[in-house]
């Protein structure tokens, strides 16, 4: 489908949803819970608080995972034992993702034969960046405009059937594979870890990134939604051949350490193996319909009830990207994670994650960044309205609008949000535009939409593509 705007735009730009300082921003805000709140001593009188970290439940220890990633390329020696390993890349450099079939006789013989999807994604390593993840990717497409965070080598890749990768989505690739077959997929970051850190003097420490990949399966439509297995490294990236120097520098350093002080360090592997985590928080992933309004995106949060099970308060931890947390909170259920004050949560996460997750639980949400009220307009609704002398539509008070609530301020986050309204898939709509000056359309883009004025209004219409089933929308 294709929307057409009628009203002209406005000078206004849209603030950015997300502040900086979250510590400060999200100061304050919440309500207690009263007196049958949990104080801090009693949370900490838990079983699961009186354990030391290495003997919380290893949940993965000994464990066989259905799938191993392989990533060809060397580990830092730099890096203390009980520290997540560090992988350097260089810019642009294709780099082999080994995908292995891991699983024992007889497990998951549903997939036997048949493909599954994965998709690889390089997202933000610091839990900060991760707040501001759309504002930091959006001003990088800013800057290198036309070029892609990550990609696929196609010609170099081994066993990879059907691989896209989405134009909106710069950091993300997917692609179908046979488990049974040898598979291998090259990959090529082409953002540089100091592309994403405040500059100050020079010489600023690069951030790190993760390499990220998650697994589903078909489900009973045919839909590669049902979650396998996901796991992920620490990475950063340089500008080519910076690898090769850093770790270098990494290894010089190493050489000179005392014996006693090198047992403290692992040493570097050939290749870095992605260690399992937990999926990538999408649509996708959860089992509820959004609605069309506020609420139907990754940055807000759908109420924990206080009936949750411990096991589905652990997925509502994990959807929420609270996964770091979900260890400490293994026994609890919903009634438990509600009863914790805000001092109890802060305590236990730390400032920040603690008045996130309070938040989170407390249903509180934030105004969104934009509103817009839209209107379908019918064929028999033009020809039987009554028109100013100009030949302009009169007003129309039997019109019927519907408030589109917008977070991202992006065209794909519009086109979600009107295929929801009108219940199609949002595949269904090829493009959207904007009608402009003497009646032109013009393609509606990110930097428009950021440009809309809150609460304006605009009547959609509709024209079929090529194949019935594509329609463009006009507003």
């Known amino acids: 489908m294709a929307w057409a705007l009628k009203l002209p735009l406005t000078d206004e730009v849209i603030e950015s949803g997300l502040v900086q300082d979250f510590d400060a921003s999200l100061s304050g805000i919440g309500q207690e819970l ?261 609420n139907s995106t990754h940055n807000s949060f759908p109420n924990l009830l206080p009936t949750a099970t411990p096991q589905e308060a652990q997925q509502w931890l994990h959807r929420n990207r609270f996964s770091p947390f979900c260890r400490l909170f293994t026994n609890f259920s919903g009634a438990d994670l509600l009863k914790l004050t805000r001092e109890d949560v802060i305590q236990i996460c730390g400032p920040a994650d603690g008045i996130r997750l309070f938040n989170a639980l407390k249903g509180r949400v934030v105004r969104p960044r934009l509103t817009i009220y839209v209107c379908q307009e019918s064929q028999q609704t033009r020809e039987h309205q009554p028109k100013h002398e100009n030949g302009e539509a009169a007003a129309n008070t039997f019109f019927v609008y519907h408030a589109i609530y917008l977070e991202e301020l992006t065209a794909t986050e519009l086109t979600e949000k009107l295929a929801q309204l009108f219940s199609i898939s949002p595949r269904q709509i090829n493009q959207i535009f904007k009608q402009g000056p003497t009646g032109i359309h013009v393609l509606v883009s990110d930097e428009m939409i950021q440009n809309f004025q809150d609460e304006v209004c605009f009547v959609l219409d509709t024209m079929k593509g090529n194949q019935s089933v594509h329609k463009s929308f006009y507003l």
């Open 34 to 294: 009263g007196a049958g709140a949990y104080s801090m001593s009693d949370v900490l009188a838990l079983p699961i608080f009186k354990q030391e970290e290495s003997n919380l439940p290893p949940e993965s220890e000994n464990k066989i995972l259905p799938f191993q990633y392989v990533l060809c390329a060397p580990t830092s020696p730099a890096i203390k034992l009980h520290d997540e390993t560090l992988t350097y890349l260089n810019q642009g450099q294709s780099y082999e993702i080994r995908m292995l079939d891991n699983r024992k006789i007889g497990e998951l013989p549903e997939i036997t034969g048949k493909m599954v999807k994965s998709i690889i994604r390089v997202v933000f390593h610091d839990r900060r960046l991760q707040y501001t993840e759309h504002q930091q990717l959006e001003g990088w497409r800013w800057n290198r405009p036309g070029d892609r965070i990550l990609d696929l080598d196609i010609p170099m890749s081994v066993g990879i059937v059907d691989p896209r990768a989405n134009p909106t989505q710069l950091n993300t690739v997917e692609f179908l594979w046979d488990p049974s077959k040898r598979t291998s997929v090259f990959i090529q970051v082409h953002c540089i870890s100091t592309e994403f850190t405040m500059r100050k003097h020079g010489g600023e420490k690069g951030v790190p990134f993760r390499i990220q990949i998650d697994t589903f399966k078909e489900n009973e439509n045919g839909e590669y939604t049902e979650h396998l297995h996901s796991a992920s490294c620490q990475v950063k990236v340089f500008k080519p051949k910076g690898a090769d120097r850093k770790q270098k520098t990494d290894r010089e350093k190493m050489e000179k350490r005392a014996p006693q002080e090198k047992e403290k360090y692992q040493p570097s592997y050939e290749t870095t193996i992605l260690t399992e985590c937990s999926p990538w928080p999408e649509i996708t992933y959860v089992n509820n319909s959004p609605s069309p309004g506020f």
